[in-house]
Every structure is written in structure tokens, then in C-alpha cells.
């Protein structure tokens, strides 16, 4: 299985616009984060989870051809608002799957209603496969997808495991039960927003507490703010085990 890290900025992305805070300015490439967001690939499968703003940059920064879904974490705009983006796969392989929880597609069929609507549609408009999602297993071409059930601040949101891998981003609560569905790990993804405390995201200091709960091989911290500070310093300062992660870094399982 390889990942590609296709986005690792929180929802302003880094630089934000306009900003002089240090990191916005930064010259090493690894401080520059486009909208968070992951393409997972194993076999013949290509699946991406979310696709926010930067969406059509990321798929041609990875030179992605071909794609078997999107899957989506929750209905926020920097993980969704991508959705245009997906056609030039629908022109060359017809409809697209996604997979969400029934109210993120509620959202989606809000803001995309030109995507989803039952009459006829306007010329070069995708069309789209829904599939909805429950904290319960789903199938993704022949990989068994296992949820893992969280709150960003109120908002139920999902993570997934990958058979040994799972990414969680967005996460500021996880039930002990839910927990148990990420024993034994060769790697985890989770979100770490920056130093201060935050009312809907794991800063540091929780996610660190959190891959320690968890124990898996290898972690991954993603979702990150320019709070959080320069790529290389926030490296020397983690466990030998522990990896801030940057756009494009592709890893294997």
C-alpha cells in the first residue's frame, strides 16, 4: 500500500494570504501546505480521502490518472470543496463513486446541487455514485474499510483504517471504543493542529498522548497550522517515532 500526502495545511492552508507570520514565509518547500487530504493506493486501487479547495493542484502535483472514489472524513469546505475537480475523471471513466455519512451528503447535495440533481443536467456536470457510509465496515475495491467514529469539537466526523494503516484528521475526541479498532498499527495519521489548545482539533501535546494510547509502528502528524512552527524544528522535537508530515511525502505499508 503507498500513501501520498497530498495536503497537510489546515483550513487556511500555509502560507495563509496575506500573512507575515515567519512560517507564511518560509522558503523550505516542506512549510508549504495545501488543504489536508491523502491519496491511498494498493493493488489496482486508487481511492483519495477528502478533496478540498486545492483538489485539481494536488491530483496534478501527484500526476493522478485514474481514480476509484473519494471517501470523506466529514463536510467541512476545506475537506470538500474540491468536488468540481473530479470531471476530468468522469469524462474518461464515467460516474464517480463517493463515500460519506448520510448528512455529509445532505451538505454536499446543498452546495453541488448541480452534481446531484435529478433533472437534466447542464453539459460537462459529473455525475456521481453515492454510497453512505455507517460506523461499520464497507468494502473498497477488495480491502475490508474499517471507520473509526470521532467529534471535531460537536460535529461527528470519521476516520478510516486501511487494514494496518488509518488516518484521522479533524479529531478533538475518540471514545475508548473506538480506539480499539486501531490496535496493532504499522502506521498512523492523526491531526496536530499546533502548540495551544484548540476547541476541535488535537494540538501537540493530545496528539502525542494520543499515538502513545494507540502504539502503533510509525505516526504521522498532519493538519497543521503555521501556529505549529517550522517544519525542521517541530521534527528535532518529536519521539524517534513520530513524523510531521509534508506535502507530497509518499510512504509504504
Same mark, same amino acid.
Given at each position: 500500500?503507498? =500513501?501520498?500526502?497530498?495536503?497537510?495545511?489546515?483550513? /487556511?492552508?500555509?502560507?495563509?494570504?496575506?500573512?507575515?507570520?515567519? @512560517? #507564511?514565509?518560509?522558503?523550505?518547500?516542506?512549510?508549504? +501546505?495545501?488543504? $489536508?487530504?491523502?491519496? $491511498?493506493?494498493?493493488?489496482? &486501487? #486508487?481511492?483519495? !480521502?477528502? #478533496?478540498?479547495?486545492?483538489?485539481?493542484?494536488?491530483?496534478?502535483?501527484?500526476? !493522478?490518472?485514474?481514480?476509484?472514489?473519494? @471517501?470523506?472524513?466529514?463536510?467541512?469546505?476545506?475537506?470538500?470543496?474540491?468536488?468540481?475537480?473530479?470531471?476530468? %475523471?468522469?469524462? +474518461? /471513466? *464515467?460516474?464517480?463513486?463517493?463515500?460519506?455519512?448520510?448528512? $455529509?451528503?445532505?451538505?454536499?447535495?446543498?452546495?453541488?446541487? &448541480?452534481?446531484?440533481?435529478?433533472?437534466?443536467?447542464?453539459?460537462? !456536470?459529473?455525475? !456521481?455514485?453515492?454510497?453512505? =457510509?455507517?460506523?461499520?465496515?464497507?468494502?473498497? *475495491?477488495?480491502?475490508?474499510?474499517?471507520?473509526?467514529?470521532?467529534?471535531?469539537?460537536?460535529? /461527528?466526523? %470519521?476516520?478510516?483504517? %486501511?487494514?494496518?494503516?488509518?488516518?484521522?484528521?479533524?479529531?478533538?475526541?475518540?471514545?475508548?471504543?473506538?480506539?480499539?479498532?486501531?490496535?496493532?498499527?504499522? $502506521?498512523?495519521?492523526?491531526?496536530?493542529?499546533?502548540?495551544?489548545?484548540?476547541?476541535?482539533?488535537?494540538?501537540?501535546?493530545?496528539?502525542?498522548?494520543?499515538?502513545?494510547?494507540? +502504539?502503533?509502528? +510509525?505516526?504521522?502528524?498532519?493538519?497543521?497550522?503555521?501556529?505549529? *512552527?517550522?517544519?525542521?524544528?517541530?521534527? /528535532?522535537?518529536?519521539?524517534?517515532?513520530?513524523?510531521?508530515?509534508?506535502?507530497?511525502?509518499?510512504?509504504?505499508?
Amino acid at each position: 500500500m503507498k =500513501i501520498t500526502f497530498l495536503g497537510t495545511g489546515t483550513s /487556511q492552508g500555509i502560507p495563509i494570504i496575506g500573512s507575515t507570520h515567519p @512560517v #507564511c514565509l518560509s522558503d523550505n518547500p516542506k512549510d508549504k +501546505r495545501l488543504r $489536508v487530504s491523502i491519496l $491511498v493506493e494498493w493493488d489496482d &486501487y #486508487c481511492y483519495v !480521502v477528502d #478533496c478540498g479547495p486545492d483538489f485539481r493542484q494536488q491530483m496534478l502535483n501527484a500526476k !493522478v490518472t485514474k481514480i476509484d472514489g473519494v @471517501v470523506f472524513t466529514h463536510e467541512h469546505a476545506d475537506h470538500t470543496m474540491g468536488l468540481d475537480d473530479i470531471r476530468p %475523471f468522469f469524462f +474518461r /471513466q *464515467g460516474d464517480i463513486d463517493l463515500y460519506a455519512h448520510k448528512r $455529509v451528503f445532505k451538505a454536499l447535495e446543498k452546495r453541488f446541487d &448541480y452534481i446531484f440533481t435529478s433533472e437534466a443536467k447542464y453539459p460537462g !456536470v459529473p455525475s !456521481v455514485i453515492k454510497h453512505e =457510509i455507517k460506523n461499520e465496515p464497507f468494502t473498497l *475495491g477488495n480491502l475490508e474499510i474499517i471507520p473509526v467514529d470521532g467529534l471535531h469539537y460537536k460535529l /461527528q466526523v %470519521f476516520g478510516f483504517r %486501511f487494514g494496518n494503516f488509518a488516518y484521522l484528521t479533524d479529531m478533538k475526541t475518540v471514545p475508548d471504543v473506538e480506539i480499539e479498532k486501531l490496535r496493532d498499527l504499522d $502506521v498512523l495519521v492523526v491531526n496536530a493542529l499546533r502548540e495551544e489548545p484548540h476547541i476541535s482539533h488535537f494540538n501537540l501535546e493530545e496528539a502525542l498522548e494520543f499515538i502513545e494510547k494507540v +502504539r502503533p509502528k +510509525r505516526a504521522y502528524l498532519t493538519h497543521i497550522s503555521h501556529w505549529l *512552527g517550522f517544519h525542521d524544528d517541530v521534527q /528535532q522535537k518529536l519521539p524517534e517515532n513520530v513524523f510531521l508530515a509534508y506535502d507530497n511525502l509518499q510512504i509504504t505499508i
